[in-house]
């Protein structure tokens, strides 16, 4: 019987500029492989680049896995593990399979006897709880609100982190970040706590954990266009 490679979880940095954030023995292993998936191959080899890979970038064998992938290719992209060689998943930002589409590929790993192997990295999610103050020990994240009724959603979270005493966590594409926190700051309690964490490992990081009544007093700006994670509490 033909030995299966193994699907290594590969961390990404959550911006440019921060590739010291990846530990080096996960450095070690993405220089090691040849066969990858990404969430976008341009990204992929301008991170990889950054890396001083001991190999040219032509060298990396790259296919992609967005959120438009048909299941029917899954099989495709897990091939290179299926004969033997060792194969790479990357996210765009921070850790594959979590908020990203990876998770499929990582599922039909499972369920086809692949070793899954998750290198330690970034994760925007966790930084953020850990940044907050909120409460770690019982928390939820709900990854994009609706874009049709996000004040509903607020609220509707809001009364669960009441109701269970628990953390809520969510993200938006950085356009939407101004609208998201104009509505948090129209519809949630004065009393509930709003944590707005963007640029996480940069230079540009901001983390601030605060009531709504005092965001109301000084709202905060300059967010537009910048990677935020939100929590609720």
């Not at 440019?16 to 990204?43: C, F, G, N, Q, S």
């Not at 765009?92 to 599922?107: Q, T």
């Not at 993200?171 to 996480?200: M, S």
Request: glycine content about 6%; charged content about 20%; aromatic content about 6%.
């Amino acid at each position: 019987m033909q030995t299966k490679g193994k699907l290594y979880l590969i961390p990404c940095p959550l911006g440019e500029d921060a590739v010291e954030t990846i530990p080096a023995y996960a450095v070690d292993v993405l220089h090691r492989l040849t066969h990858l998936v990404a969430e976008r191959a341009k990204t992929t080899r301008h991170f990889i680049k950054a890396t001083n890979p001991p190999k040219p970038i032509s060298e990396y064998q790259i296919e992609e896995l967005n959120e438009h992938t048909p299941a029917a290719e899954l099989e495709a992209l897990l091939h290179p593990a299926l004969e033997g060689h060792d194969l790479g998943i990357l996210s765009e930002a921070g850790c594959p399979g979590v908020a990203d589409p990876g998770a499929k590929l990582v599922e039909l790993a499972q369920r086809r006897g692949v070793e899954v192997v998750p290198l330690v990295g970034p994760s925007s999610i966790l930084l953020a709880l850990m940044a907050s103050g909120m409460n770690g020990q019982s928390f939820t994240f709900h990854g994009y609100l609706s874009a049709k009724a996000p004040a509903d959603d607020l609220k509707r979270l809001e009364q669960l982190a009441i109701k269970h005493h628990q953390t809520h966590i969510f993200i938006e594409t950085p356009y939407r970040n101004k609208a998201i926190i104009e509505q948090a700051l129209r519809v949630l309690q004065p009393g509930t706590k709003f944590c707005i964490a963007a640029d996480l490992t940069l230079a540009t990081q901001f983390v601030q954990t605060k009531t709504i009544a005092e965001w109301r007093k000084v709202p905060p700006a300059g967010l537009d266009k910048r990677p935020v994670v939100f929590l609720m509490g």
